[in-house]
């Protein structure tokens, strides 16, 4: 599959014209709607909490409009990002390859890579892959045959990918770790980066967030207060070499101002309510 122009579903300027035009046939709808929702939910508040929750009048076209442009999602690419720590071979090969789903093959396959470059000897890399929640029937089904992404920018330092970053292999090696020396150990190898991705939704199955984002993207134009839709995907499936838009790695100038000035578009924004 060929890798289309993306998507920023926070930013309506990058969204096609298609899209844009349905998102204009039902301006009134989403405005009713939300502007119902937000009043209803300040009289709420402002109740003794008794009172019953009140029904919104628009729910059910609303709810099937957000349906029906998580459908027409499927067919665009949207841009992702991805927080690991990764030494240069390993940037290297996905700028020559792009982008494979985790099993325990391929950790074991990134685990021997570092033990050829001296990195890790055989002992700890056995105990590292021994120690990986991958192993685990409850874990699998959250990890295995998955690369997981952010659907809008988050700072570097935020604490939800802080400890990506900080530890080489990622969840698969970090997460269950005891060992203080081996939690030392993948805390010196590679170096942090945050990788720009195009993602095609039909390799996803996060089309329907990514409706509901598009969607509030655009009620925000109106003066509309939805919350904030940004949400976790990932690819079921490698990615090409051209879904790879760009690594930022630390020290670089960018790596630093992902999420607070870049990409330029990009304001970050508290909750709707």
Known sequence: ???????????????????????????????????????????????????????????????????EVGRDMESRTIRAWHYARLVDEEVRAMREGGIYTGTLDTLRRRLDA??????????????????????????????????WMASEPIRADDDGVEPLLENWGGESTYFWLKDERLKALVATIGQPRILEVAV??????????????????????????????????????????AAILAVHTEGEP???KVGRGYPTTFKAACSGR
């Open 1 to 67: 599959m060929s890798i289309l122009k993306p998507i920023d579903v926070w930013d309506i300027d990058t969204f096609d014209e298609e899209l844009r035009a349905k998102l204009r046939r039902e301006e009134s709808l989403i405005r009713d709607y939300l502007t119902t929702s937000r009043r209803q939910f300040l009289e709420r508040e402002a109740s003794d909490h008794r009172m019953p929750h009140p029904q919104n009048p628009h729910a059910a076209d609303y709810i099937a409009f957000t349906e």
């Open 114 to 147: 570092q033990v050829t470059a001296g990195a890790l000897s055989p002992a700890d890399a056995e105990k590292l892959y021994k120690a990986s929640p991958c192993h685990h029937p409850e874990q699998q089904p959250g990890r295995l045959g998955k690369f």
């Open 200 to 241: 095609p939704l039909a390799k996803t199955t996060h089309s329907y967030s990514a409706g509901r984002a598009v969607i509030g993207a655009f009620a925000r134009t109106l003066g509309c207060r939805p919350d904030r839709e940004g949400f976790d995907l990932y690819t079921l499936e490698p990615l090409e070499l």
């Open 254 to 256: 960018k790596f630093k």
